[in-house]
Structure formats: structure tokens, C-alpha cells
């Protein structure tokens, strides 16, 4: 054997010229076979697949003079792009491939920006300089940012768009619930322009807790929140019976009592369920407050608690002081202060306390609570970190309690712990996390919260759009959010709309509500009789709304304080509301715009004038239109509505001059005096 | 040889293994019974965005040859790559009943999704349900749709919306009608919205948006009616299908 070999050896490096042949001879050979290696690369293999699908399309010739073959690439030295992806998904800009259900040969969906402008890695993330589908694709060794998956895309938007989108619905969501949720609380998030993103809940102050409920309640709500109310947002901190019973101890023993916040009433609460009831439905409380009903559905708004349970939960003379005036237990509440009388709020109080679970406490005992067990409270109490988002006496706000999350979404998957099963990438990470905090380690803080899988990925997708791409991007591509507004009305008139909590639903100069209309431009928009009639008795100005203005017992006083105020204040620069007459159009003008109201334009689609003929149920109704709205208003809004309330879906149908002139007669002269007559009848 | 045998030992456990750790999704299911047909009870031609789960689960019932509901038949059901389903299987319920949530592939166009069970005999009896996925257009004209569109052209109240589809002269045309749309081109649809029934001489209940909507929008607005017209429309996006 050695022998042989040993021959072999001679033969061919047994002198310095045979050894440079054979060297020559194999290097030659490999140079012949390198090219082979391009030829046979995965990028060509695509390319080809591209021509036989195109082959016997109707647009073949069109679609193979835009061929161009070879590695193809969009190269954007500013963004720090250089996309090879062109190079296999061939098709991506014919507009003609959108019924292509093979990959990578469809054309790109329609999206408001260029390919050649932003390249793919931007919005897909992936590896764009990879000419192969898995260095492309898929985490490598030397890159670990994969492709992102679809349903997470609109996180990319994110990156340049800090404000909501029109058409990023997940993104809007998500961002959404990281300030509504809680989330901020304890995590910090900075944006790439400075500002933090802030909470938006307003979780209770529980320095005085001990007035609202009771300690059996406060352990039931601890150990399950959504046992008590199914839409709470109270995460669950899985907290065993001895930790639920010790904190409890401390938040009572905390607690310090407000003055004025029991009250005692002369009148008993009553147990008038048809009167409370309709009371309820009265003061429009189910626009904030939802209830679940027998079927288990939940109805009612999320403004405020639900209320399914709230007889188990509050103590009847706390209620009452609430129902009575809410500033008094916490000034800076949502909640309207409605003015009801002693026998309306003994009515409403007897009625919400009737709504009780008697499974909620019914294995809920506990002992007097020893000082160890409040000391132990008062431990547990700071170690979860309650103090973040609720306000407690003795206890300091922490710092910094959770890991920021300002560029989570460029986490690097080598610093990350992943679940047995799960796949290792981001996204999943994220979404994991937040569906299974506790999971991921023993004696991890981050409570259960009660989210749906359309919630997680909205907030993954929201927490993936923080990465470091959104710091990198040149800032002129930075699309900043609306700004907030912190508008407060002022002097007393701005001290009664606190009071009566009209920002809750209302939106002023860009701060309030959205449940009802925007007031900035109020004062030019309606006559002053109409808005003291509205105050002291409000009706609906749109039969199909569930959601109405409440009734707040106003003294006259307040009245004309309010709409002197809003009179004066909130008047648009465009409108002025003197230039035109309410009155006094001639008769052809009136009939001119009558014609227009049902021919042409059809407003009667949309708006009653007539209650005999006209069924529009979208827009307000117009019967009584012209002893609410001024003549000017009405004018203005026939040029251009939006322009006076951005956003309303009355379309802008470009008038003329004579069309709105003559529509604004015949609206104006619609008094509502036809139906005072009937009823004088 | 040492090493040979190691070798050897070392791939069987692996494969043993690998073979255990399959095992539990094959034995966690097994029917009690069998059915004869399989029908949709809700769930199908929904509309979802592209690559997000569905807003209603997929409910299919299995029913034996009378007719009547089979409890404890087995489902399967099966898509295109990049449908994922929870659970991909399931044993029909006391009211005959397998439910699953979906969520639909990255990309936009009309899903197959196959339910499937077994008939006595051991054929496979297979039910075919359809759902759209909206790309990042479609969804925004569903947004714009919503908005402004809705509450005329869908006949449909719900709690937080009544319909205004009743109390209209002339009746709209609800956005699936596809025997009708289909027969619109893009120009003609354009030319509806833009500048209002009138255009192609129809009632001027529609109202011209042209000015209150950007030609972005239309075209949105367009390609939602077009992904969500039943039958679907000539040029409506691609289909993906089990293989």
C-alpha cells in the first residue's frame, strides 16, 4: 500500500516541473468550474422560474421587455439600504402580477411609498445585501434579524409615523394599549424625538380606600380582578391567599378618610328598580359604564368601571356621597358631577347597590389583621410594585421598576430567554411575554393581564415599531404625531366644566373626548336661546345615537354662565356669526334651496326636514335647524365642511355661492314651528 | 467500532426521541364516531387583514346521513401555506359542532380553507370555506368603507350603528354584490364616487365625495369592493388554495 502510494507521489511531484504541471493543470480545471457555481445560484433559478410563469400570460411581451436578468439591487446610501431582494422576486413592480398566487413572482401590494425610494429592509427587515432565500430570510450567524412576519408589518410604519395612521389600524391599536393598559407605568419608553410615551388609565388612589369598600372585597379583587368585572384591566399578580390577606390588611390599615366622602341621606336608598332604572337610562350613564347582562355580554361604554358587580364592592354611604358629587372622594375624576337631588340619588344608589354577586365574597374570610401582616403588606405592596400605578400614602412611586422598552424592538435574540417550544425569534419573544409573563423564570413580577391575541399582536406590533432603525432613519423623514393639547377652559366657566366633567366626551382646541361633538367653534355655530334650552333640557340631535348628552340639573345661573362663556370663547376666525340674517329670505331663495335640499344635493338621504316624507337617519335632524344654528354657520358648512370640523363625514360637495345662499334660506326658515303647532293642538 | 456503534447508539436515541415527541398530536385525537357530510355553520367569507386571525372563529358541523348532528367525529382542517389554525383539529361537539380560529396568510387574496372529516367507510369527506385576507389598500378602504359608506350601503344595523339602508328612496348596493359591481369598471366606480349617482345617471342619493375624499381614498375604497365581491370580481387578487 505505501509502496503505491509512494509511486504515485513520484510520479507526479517527483521533480519541480511535473509538480508545477499538476498544480497548473488542477488550478486550470477549477477555474473552469467556478462559474458554475453563478450559474447554478438560487437568484437565477428564481429568475427562470419568473419566465415560465410569464410565458403564456396575455402581457408576456410587456412583462419580458422589463426582464432584465443578473443580481439586481436598490442601493440607498442615506437609509443605509443595499436590497437585493429584486433579484428573485423579479415581478414586484408589474402592475399587471397581482393575480400571481406563486411567490416570489407577485407584484408588491399597493402601499403609499415607493420601492425605489425606502428598498424592502426598511418595512420587512431580513438581510437585503443576501442574494439566497435563507441568508435572506432567516437568522444566520452573522445576522440575526429575520424576515419580519407579515402580520407584524404595519410595526415598521411605526418607525418613521409617531402619530396614527389611516391605514395602520394593528400599529394605532397597539400603541393604544401600551399607554391605555397600564404598560407605561411601569416601563419607561422614550421616542427617538425625546418625548416618553405617557399613560392614559388613570388607576385609583388607594390612600383612602378604606372609605369606598370594604377589606373582603379588596382580597376577592386581588386574588382575580376579572372575577369582579370581566373588562378590568387590574392585571392578575396570581398572588397566593396569605399575600392577598396581608396587603389587604395594609391598604386598609393605610387607609386615611376624606371628609365628606360618607354621607348619610334623609332619604333611605330605595329599592325602586323601574325608577332606578330609568333614572340610569336617563342620565345616560351606560354611554361610560357597561354591565354584562344574562347572556354574558357586555354592554355599555369604557370610559368609566363596569358595573355589573359594584353592590358587592362599594359601601352604600360612599355611594352616595359619589352619586351625589364624585369631586369630593377625587377631584380630578372623569366622572360628570350631575347635581341629582337627594330623592335621585337615594333612587340611583338603591339601584346600582342592588347589582350584587353572591359568589364574589362568599368563601372570603378573614381574622383581624395582626400588625406582622401589615408590615408584610406593606413589604408586598412595594416589592410588586403597586405604587407605580396606583397612588398610596406611605408608599413612594418607584423608579424605574420594569426594563425600559424605548428600543425593544431591536433587541438582539442572543440576550434573550426563550420558552421551551417556542420559536426563537422577536416577534415571538414579545408576544410570549406578554401573554405569559410569569413563564419565562420563577419570581418574575410582570402580573397576568387579560388580553386577546388580536391585543398581543397589536401591542407586539406597537413594540416592535422601538427599535433602532427609528433613531437611525435621517430625521427629515420623521413623521411627528399631533401634538396634545392640555387646553383648560378658564375662570368659572372653565371651573364648571371640570366640574362637569365635559372633556370626558367633548373635545376642545384638541383636548377631550371623542364620544360627542367638538365644541371649538361652538359659539359660532349655534344661537344662544337654542344652547340655554339644550343645557336646561337636552334632546337628541340624531335619532340613531344611543350615546346622548346627559341632563345636569344646571341652575340658571350655571346656564348662562356656560353659554356666555361658550358664546363668546368658542368662535371660529372664518364664521362670523352676525353676517347673515336669521330671517327674512325672500320666498323664491327659500323655495330655490328646497329644491336643491331634495333634488341635486338629496340632503334628505341623510337629514329630516319634513318628519312626513324624509327618513335620513345619519345626520342631525333638520326640523327645528333654523332656531339652533346660525344663518353664517350654516352657509359656511354648505362651502366647506370640513374645514369647520375636520374629520365630519358630511361630504364637501363644493358649492356654489347661490346653491349654499339658497340652502341656507331654507334650512334657516325651518323653526321647528310646525311641530309646536301640532302640539298646541 | 467503538465509535461505529456510539454512533449508532447515539442517532437511535435521537430518532426515538424525535419519534416520541411527535407522538402526543397524533394519539390526542381519535373519533368516537363517524358522519356522512360536513356543512358550514359560521364563520366563512369573512374578512380579515392580511396575516391577523379572523374576527369570528370557523364553526363546520358534521352531520350523518338523516342528517342529524354526530358528536365526536374528528375535523381536520387544512390551508395554504401560511394559514395557521387553533386547533388545526377537533372532535365535534355535543351539537355536532368543531371549532377553530384562523388566521390567514401575509398576503392578500381569498383563502380555501378545507374542513374535512371521515365517513364510515374511511373516505374523506371535505368541505370548502373561503375567507378574504385585505392588504394594507383593501384595509384602508374598509377603514374609509366604515366611515363613510356603511351605514347606507350595508342593510345591516348593529348596536352601535342603525342602518340607514331602510329609510333610502332608491336602494344602495351593498359592496359584496358582485352580480351587480363586477359589471362597473374601475372608471365607472371612480366616476360614481368622485362626482355622485348623477354621473352615470343613477339617484343622486349617492353624493358626489370627490371633495372630501383624495383619489388615494377612492382608489382604496375601490380595491375593498373588489376584494370583497361575491362572486368575486374579474380582477380580483390571487387565490391560494391547498396544494
Not at chain 1, 439586481?72 to 429584486?86: A, F, H, M, S, Y
Not at chain 1, 372575577?227 to 396581608?246: C, E, H, I, W
Not at chain 1, 423623514?477 to 401634538?483: E, R, W
Not at chain 1, 329644491?595 to 338621504?605: D, N
Amino acid at each position: 500500500m505505501k509502496e503505491k502510494l509512494r509511486s504515485l507521489w513520484q510520479k507526479l511531484f517527483g521533480d519541480s516541473v511535473r509538480a508545477f504541471g499538476v498544480v497548473s493543470l488542477v488550478f486550470l480545471a477549477s477555474m473552469a468550474i467556478a462559474p458554475a457555481k453563478n450559474f447554478f445560484s438560487e437568484w437565477r433559478h428564481y429568475q427562470h422560474g419568473y419566465l415560465s410563469v410569464i410565458r403564456n400570460r396575455s402581457d408576456a411581451n410587456t412583462l419580458r421587455r422589463h426582464f432584465q436578468g443578473g443580481i439586481q439591487q436598490i442601493w440607498l446610501p442615506d437609509l443605509g439600504v443595499v436590497d437585493r431582494c429584486t433579484s428573485c422576486h423579479v415581478g414586484l413592480k408589474e402592475p399587471t402580477l397581482t393575480d400571481v398566487a406563486q411567490q416570489p413572482y407577485r407584484k408588491h401590494p399597493v402601499i403609499p411609498h415607493n420601492l425605489d425610494q425606502f428598498g424592502c429592509t426598511i418595512c420587512h427587515r431580513g438581510q437585503g445585501a443576501a442574494t439566497t432565500l435563507a441568508e435572506a430570510h432567516s437568522s444566520t450567524l452573522a445576522w440575526e434579524q429575520p424576515i419580519l412576519p407579515a402580520k407584524f408589518v404595519e410595526s415598521s410604519c411605526g418607525q418613521c409615523h409617531r402619530g396614527p395612521l389611516q391605514g395602520t389600524p394593528q400599529l394605532n391599536l397597539g400603541r393604544n394599549l401600551l399607554s391605555r393598559s397600564g404598560c407605561v407605568h411601569c416601563h419607561a419608553v422614550k421616542l427617538p424625538d425625546g418625548s416618553t410615551v405617557k399613560a392614559t388609565d388613570d388607576p385609583p388612589s388607594l390612600s383612602h380606600i378604606a372609605d369606598k369598600t370594604t377589606r373582603e372585597w379588596i382580597y376577592a379583587w386581588l386574588k382575580d380582578p376579572q372575577a369582579y368585572a370581566v373588562t378590568s384591566t387590574m392585571p392578575n399578580f396570581k398572588l397566593g391567599d396569605a399575600d392577598a390577606r396581608d396587603i389587604s390588611a395594609f391598604l386598609i390599615a393605610n387607609s386615611t378618610p376624606v371628609p365628606g366622602d360618607n354621607v348619610t341621606l334623609p332619604a333611605k336608598a330605595s329599592s325602586d328598580p323601574i325608577a332606578g332604572a330609568s333614572l340610569y337610562g336617563e342620565s345616560f350613564c351606560a354611554s361610560c359604564h357597561a354591565v354584562q347582562n344574562a347572556a354574558g355580554n357586555v354592554v355599555g361604554g369604557d370610559v368609566g368601571p363596569e358595573l355589573t358587580r359594584i353592590g358587592s364592592k362599594v359601601k352604600p354611604e360612599w355611594l352616595q356621597a359619589w352619586v351625589q358629587n364624585p369631586r369630593v372622594y377625587d377631584p380630578p375624576t372623569g366622572m360628570p358631577h350631575y347635581r341629582f337631588s337627594d330623592s335621585q340619588v337615594a333612587t340611583l344608589t338603591g339601584f346600582l347597590l342592588a347589582k350584587t354577586d353572591s359568589d364574589l365574597l362568599a368563601n372570603v374570610h378573614l381574622d383581624a389583621a395582626t400588625p406582622e401582616q401589615i408590615a408584610h403588606g406593606k413589604r408586598l405592596v412595594s416589592d410588586y410594585g403597586c405604587g407605580s400605578c396606583h397612588e398610596i400614602a406611605e408608599v413612594k412611586k418607584p423608579e424605574n421598576f420594569a426594563p425600559e422598552l424605548s428600543r425593544i424592538g431591536s433587541k438582539p435574540i442572543t440576550q434573550l430567554i426563550f420558552l421551551q417550544g417556542m420559536q426563537h425569534t422577536l416577534p415571538d419573544y414579545i408576544a410570549g411575554k406578554i401573554k405569559q409573563p410569569r413563564a419565562f423564570a420563577p419570581g418574575l413580577k410582570m402580573p397576568q393581564y387579560t388580553l386577546t391575541p388580536t391585543q398581543i399582536d397589536a401591542l407586539t406590533t406597537a413594540l416592535l415599531s422601538l427599535n433602532d432603525r427609528s433613531y437611525s432613519l435621517p430625521p427629515s423623514l420623521a413623521v411627528a404625531a399631533p401634538p396634545e393639547s392640555d387646553y383648560q377652559p378658564a375662570g368659572k366657566a372653565g371651573k364648571l366644566m371640570t366640574d362637569l366633567a365635559c372633556f370626558s366626551c367633548h373635545r376642545i382646541n384638541g383636548h377631550g373626548g371623542d364620544m360627542a361633538p367638538d365644541l371649538t367653534w361652538e359659539g359660532s355655530s349655534v344661537q344662544r336661546e337654542w344652547l340655554v334650552q339644550f343645557f336646561k333640557n337636552p334632546g337628541t340631535l340624531r335619532p340613531a345615537l344611543i350615546r346622548r348628552m346627559p341632563k345636569f340639573n344646571l341652575t340658571d345661573g350655571e346656564v348662562s354662565e356656560l353659554t356666555d362663556y361658550i358664546m363668546t370663547v368658542y368662535q371660529s376666525p372664518s364664521v362670523d356669526r352676525d353676517s347673515m340674517p336669521l330671517s327674512g329670505y325672500s320666498q323664491g331663495e327659500i323655495e330655490l334651496g328646497k329644491q336643491l335640499f331634495y333634488g341635486k344635493y338629496s340632503c334628505q338621504g341623510c337629514h329630516i326636514v319634513d318628519t312626513k316624507t324624509d327618513k335620513g337617519y345619519i345626520g342631525p335632524t333638520l326640523t327645528q335647524v333654523g332656531s339652533r344654528l346660525t344663518a353664517a354657520w350654516i352657509y359656511q358648512w354648505m362651502k366647506n365642511p370640513q374645514a369647520l370640523r375636520p374629520g365630519t363625514i358630511e361630504p364637501n360637495r363644493a358649492m356654489s355661492d347661490e346653491d349654499a345662499q339658497a340652502l341656507t334660506a331654507f334650512l334657516i326658515s325651518q323653526k321647528g314651528g310646525g311641530k309646536q303647532e301640532a302640539a298646541k293642538k | 467500532m467503538n465509535c461505529f456503534a456510539s454512533g449508532v447508539l447515539i442517532l437511535s436515541v435521537a430518532a426515538l426521541a424525535a419519534s416520541c415527541s411527535r407522538k402526543p398530536d397524533s394519539t390526542a385525537l381519535k373519533p368516537t364516531a363517524f358522519g356522512a357530510s360536513i356543512v358550514e355553520s359560521s364563520g366563512g367569507k369573512q374578512f380579515g387583514q392580511a396575516g391577523t386571525p379572523l374576527p369570528q372563529p370557523v364553526v363546520v358541523q358534521v352531520n350523518d346521513e338523516p342528517g342529524a348532528a354526530v358528536t365526536g367525529a374528528l375535523v381536520e382542517f387544512a390551508a395554504a401555506p401560511g394559514v395557521t389554525f387553533d386547533p388545526v383539529s377537533a372532535l365535534t361537539d355535543s351539537s355536532g359542532q368543531a371549532t377553530t380560529n384562523v388566521s390567514l396568510g401575509g398576503m392578500a387574496g381569498r383563502y380555501q380553507i378545507a374542513a374535512s372529516t371521515l365517513d364510515k367507510t374511511h373516505k374523506k369527506v371535505e368541505l370548502k370555506i373561503e375567507e378574504i385576507a385585505l392588504g394594507y389598500q383593501q384595509t384602508l378602504g374598509r377603514r374609509l368603507n366604515e366611515q363613510y359608506c356603511d351605514r347606507c350601503h350595508n342593510a345591516e344595523s348593529t348596536a352601535e350603528r342603525v342602518s340607514n339602508y331602510d329609510n333610502l328612496e332608491v336602494k344602495p348596493h351593498p359592496f359584496t354584490e358582485g352580480e351587480t359591481l363586477d359589471k362597473l369598471s374601475d372608471a365607472d366606480l371612480t366616476a360614481i364616487i368622485t362626482y355622485g349617482g348623477p354621473a352615470l345617471n343613477k339617484s343622486a342619493l349617492m353624493p358626489a365625495w370627490g371633495n372630501t375624499l383624495k383619489k388615494t381614498d377612492v382608489q382604496a375604497l375601490i380595491a375593498y369592493i373588489r376584494a370583497v365581491s361575491d362572486p368575486p370580481s374579474r380582477s380580483a387578487s390571487a387565490v391560494f388554495a391547498k396544494d
